[in-house]
């Protein structure tokens, strides 16, 4: 291996994880050579433009562009000729038929990039996968590499939250390599140097441990989720507060106040498919029993969508067809252009298949939304989006929508009526403002 100012790295996938990692890695002084078998992305990424939203990365890469340290390829040859250490970037979705983890990408890029080491490498996976596939990738690696078992894999879980991966990666909260090679710990150490030094905690564990570290994080956090939001359902029907019953949960630092935020619950690209994939494992594994809690979790998530409609029907009068509705909201979460499992666009659909005209407006994610639901129609501001409308939802907690000044709205509605599926707003200000406003797990 050689000395960690000189190491090179091959970034292998530029989605989301991939792009962000390689600007990143550009940033922090490293030789990085992002890898995507879509040619278009890649041409994309060259001219300096990310293919998805996410604040600061643009500035990134395009600084990394100019200053020669960051690169962009479709050939594993090239990458395997250029790197010394290669991350495992690729996507894992979901199976529709099951649930589980779909590893062909994971797969795929050990296959094509195998084949081409012909000198001593290390390759660290990235992606979440199924706890028990890192072994398995790692005997194929060997297998199909030259150079044999000088090619050696660990596992190293990503932690990045939408929005907020730039961050994430520059100033990462910890790093944990799963491997027993001291080549392997050697290059992750290496790269990750400089936030170590500043404190980032550094844990080294076996494949399987770093394997399940993402995935019960994420049901962890769904848990609470959940939780919260089972809690709204038993205060709308006794009559509490879930906002101030949540505040109060807070201040017991055994709890905390983070992610205890109740509404619509949660969607995008990791804590769905990570959940499910999780108890898919567990059935394959035999303890499915263990994390049988995920499927009520997953169940009060889906819930929350369903109550949603709900509220906005009994709004308006027990029936949507022939009435105008508003959704503010289309990304799963705000600062991001991501709508994989939005459920403010599941919110969004159903309503308009109940008869309604449904108008969405979203400050990052339109062209994704119109493209995924071209059913729906779409506006370029708030105001356009909410005229004439018999009943507004906020869906997504973007600032725009939380500093929304109702006076405004007021004067292009229909009948000032707005359900807050976020918990984003002043109640007191809005109702004082002539609004009827309802909220999850508030009267």
């Keep these: 291996m050689v000395e960690a100012e000189r190491m090179r790295v091959s970034v292998i996938g530029t989605g989301y994880l991939g792009a962000t990692t390689a600007a990143c890695l550009a940033e922090m002084g490293f030789e990085v050579l992002g890898l995507d078998v879509d040619e278009a992305k890649i041409d994309l990424l060259r001219s300096g433009r990310v293919p998805f939203y996410e604040p600061g990365l643009d500035e990134l890469l395009e600084a990394n562009l100019r200053s020669g340290r960051l690169s962009f390829t479709t ?47 290390v390759v660290v996976g990235r992606s979440t996968v199924p706890v028990g596939t890192a072994a398995t990738l790692a005997a194929r690696l060997a297998a199909l590499a030259p150079v044999g078992e000088e090619a050696e894999l660990g596992w190293s879980p990503e932690f990045l939250r939408e929005g907020f991966g730039v961050e994430d990666t520059l100033r990462p909260n910890r790093i944990v390599i799963g491997t027993d090679s001291p080549r392997v710990e050697k290059a992750v150490r290496a790269l990750w140097q400089q936030p170590v030094n500043e404190g980032t905690p550094f844990l080294v564990t076996d494949l399987q441990t770093a394997e399940l570290v993402k995935v019960s994080a994420n049901a962890f956090l769904a848990t609470k989720i959940s939780f919260i939001n089972a809690m709204a359902e038993v205060s709308e029907v006794a009559g509490a507060d879930v906002i101030q019953l949540a505040e109060a949960l807070s201040y017991d630092d055994r709890i905390g106040g983070k992610f205890l935020g109740p509404g619509l619950g949660f969607g995008g690209g990791c804590l769905p498919k990570d959940i499910r994939a999780f108890m898919a494992r567990a059935d394959e594994l035999g303890v499915e029993p263990a994390l049988s809690f995920l499927r009520e979790v997953d169940a009060i998530n889906q819930r929350r969508r369903a ?39 599941d ?51 973007w600032a725009e929508f939380r500093e929304a000044n109702p006076e405004e709205l007021s004067a292009v509605v229909a009948q000032k009526r707005i359900v807050d ?9 809005w109702r004082a403002s002539g609004w009827t406003y309802r909220a999850l797990g508030r009267q």
């Design 421 to 429: 599926g976020r918990n984003a707003l002043d109640p007191t200000y």
């Design 307 to 345: 109550r949603t409609i709900d509220i906005a029907r009994q709004l308006i009068g027990g029936n949507f067809a022939g009435r105008t509705v508003t959704v503010l909201g289309a990304a799963f979460k705000p600062n991001s252009d991501d709508i994989r499992d939005s459920p403010a666009l």
């Design 75 to 121: 050939s594993f040859a090239e990458a395997a000729g250029f790197a010394d250490l290669h991350l495992i970037c690729v996507g894992t979705p979901q199976r529709d038929e099951s649930g589980a983890a779909d590893l062909s990408y994971v797969n795929s890029a050990v296959d094509h990039l195998a084949p081409h080491l012909t000198r001593p490498t």
């Design 347 to 397: 919110v969004a659909s159903t309503i308009a298949s109940l008869g309604a005209r449904v108008t969405v407006y979203d400050p990052q994610a339109l062209e994704r939304a119109r493209e995924a639901h071209p059913q729906l129609n779409y506006a370029d501001s708030m105001l356009e989006a909410a005229r004439d409308a018999d009943v507004v939802l906020l869906l997504t907690e």
